[in-house]
């Protein structure tokens, strides 16, 4: 009895102590699936990239400017930014709200009898080159709605139905447009005759016009900003400068070009030695970078301040309402192929990444153009054996465990 009790109880602690060394195993075997199956790899391509060097600067936008008497309900004939003449109506006076109705009805009568006259100008045309054409507009409509790009949406829509319309005429679709332009063209004449007889506002000079809300907020005086020392200019950028008098219909930007003015330390306007040509931009308001040229670096080392005046060639809208901004200038620009900074090793003293080639990993070399806190540009003429060896498509790897050139992934 006391043999059966314990080959019994020797039974029960075999079992125990297989069961044990089984979870072992298996649980061994799970750590070691989850090291091998969950090694992270982050990747990333190298793409074409153009890189600036670049500071920001605080300083005031200067035009020289006339304003446009006028005052009341005002309906604009022109947009904003666009170049008038002496003598162009930029603006029409409604004694009530349904003349501003109209006159959105004529414009888009306007636009509807231009676009149907246009269509029927499709003869000899190829119905290939057509069909494409359909195509490309559909697609720019697209793009615009899909980037919220709304300011170009109208005219986006014109091409594609232009484009459309064209086609239909060309296949037999639609005869012409001729009893539609007829008829569309009687009721403009109509409202027409109704908005002649208002009161108009007329451009006094040739440039570039702005709407009260669009005009530049404050008042510069360009004399004034040229002749300031760097102390000076820096105490009106503290001061401010007055508001606009917006009791008027706008303003017309008289010259071809603006200046930013701007103040900055001794060690920043070093950076421009020997520059003249920059690109400037305003984050948020004017994102594209325009060319522009340094024409004034005016240092003070008493004051520990340079003073800085940038001239710019183009006016747009956005660039007519600029007023005391923070400008980023970019000194000098680079092209290549951009990389993560975090995918950057030294092996053997030399600069490089690991590059994802199939199942395996290469280490590769590179050389630097120009980098900043993010990211390393190197030049785009990468090849094997040579000094920079990463190349445009390549997959790098910016993260990744045990890194290694040529093992498995």
Not at 119 to 142: H, I, K
Not at 328 to 346: C, M, S, W
Request: glycine share 8%; aromatic share 8%; proline share 2%.
């Amino acid at each position: 009895m006391d043999s059966t009790k314990t080959r019994s109880a020797m039974g029960h602690i075999a079992k125990a102590i297989g069961i044990v060394l089984l979870i072992a195993v298996s649980l061994y075997v799970v750590i070691q699936c989850f090291v091998i199956f969950h090694q992270s790899y982050k990747t990333e391509t190298a793409i074409a990239y153009t890189m600036a060097d670049s500071v920001t600067l605080d300083g005031v936008v200067s035009f020289e400017t006339v304003s446009v008497p006028g005052t009341g309900n005002l309906g604009y004939l022109v947009k904003d930014g666009e170049r008038v003449s002496n003598g162009t109506v930029v603006a029409e006076c409604y004694t009530d709200d349904a003349q501003g109705l109209l006159r959105e009805r004529i414009d888009r009568l306007g636009r509807a009898i231009d676009l149907l006259s246009k269509s029927q100008n499709s003869t000899g045309s190829d119905l290939s080159v057509l069909t494409t054409q359909t195509r490309q507009a559909l697609y720019n409509l697209l793009d615009k709605l899909d980037t919220a790009e709304y300011s170009g949406i109208t005219d986006a829509e014109d091409e594609f139905l232009l484009a459309q319309n064209r086609l239909q005429v060309s296949t037999g679709q639609t005869g012409d447009f001729s009893q539609t332009i007829s008829s569309l063209q009687a009721e403009y004449d109509e409202i027409n005759s109704q908005l002649s007889s208002l009161q108009t506002i007329t451009a006094s000079t040739n440039g570039y016009f702005s709407s009260t809300e669009a005009m530049a907020p404050i008042v510069t005086d360009q004399a004034a900003l040229d002749g300031a020392s760097p102390a000076e200019l820096q105490q009106m950028l503290t001061d401010g400068f007055p508001a606009t008098d917006t009791n008027c219909a706008g303003q017309i930007a008289t010259g071809f070009s603006w200046r930013f003015y701007a103040v900055c330390d001794l060690e920043t306007a070093a950076r421009f030695d020997g520059i003249t040509s920059v690109k400037i931009s305003v984050p948020g308001k004017q994102n594209t970078p325009l060319a522009a040229t340094l024409v004034e670096m005016n240092t003070d080392e008493e004051s520990g301040l340079a003073k800085l005046v940038f001239e710019c060639q183009t006016i747009n809208a956005e660039i007519l309402n600029f007023g005391q901004e923070t400008a980023q200038i970019d000194i000098k620009t680079y092209e290549g192929i951009r990389i993560d900074k975090e995918a950057l090793h030294i092996v053997d003293g030399a600069r490089g990444v690991y590059v994802k080639y199939g199942n395996l990993q290469r280490f590769l070399k590179i050389t630097t153009l120009y980098e900043d806190e993010n990211y390393i540009l190197i030049p785009a003429d990468g090849a094997i054996g040579t000094d920079n060896e990463v190349r445009l498509y390549d997959e790098i790897i910016v993260q990744g465990t045990n890194l290694q050139d040529g093992k498995l992934l």
